[in-house]
């Protein structure tokens, strides 16, 4: 179905990509759901105590031990971050930065990490970052196989067909 109309997604349309946007972003809620995990038996039988002494506070005033989506600065979680430009090229950018800067994040937490159960899940996590900025490297590489190397980043291939081999000549 996503064949017939020409406004769908450049991964569908060629149809030879190793991975498609779903796939990962499903795999992504599912790491969510383990962070969220972790946190919440890491947190649910904390004392008052235990909360003052591991610098919990501030999250505890606000959330409780209530899984609240927020980065480790406090920031919490928005839709805005999310990224998309309706360029394949500038989103597959978008996509492997976003891929290391979480893998980069699962190295910080394994810097200062001393739970050996805890440390074990971040690096199955920071395995998978690792082997989707793979991924998407390489449809980035499929992509840019089918554009005329002489313009590929000046073009949105979305809409600019011209930016496709051949295409030039064929006008
Ligand atoms: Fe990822």
New binding site residues.
Partial sequence: MYRKTDRTMLVLKNGNRNIIGAS?GT??LG?LEMIGAIVYQLTKNLTEDEIKKAGFEDYFVDHTTGIYPQAAAGFPYTAASMQVKGDAITDLHEDMA??QK?RTTYDNILRFCDDYDVKDAIRFLRE??VV??QRFGENLRLLTDKLDSKNYYAFNPEFDKKCFKNQLKKK
């Fill in positions: 990962v795999e992504e790491h976003a891929e979480a998978r970052e989707h900025y």
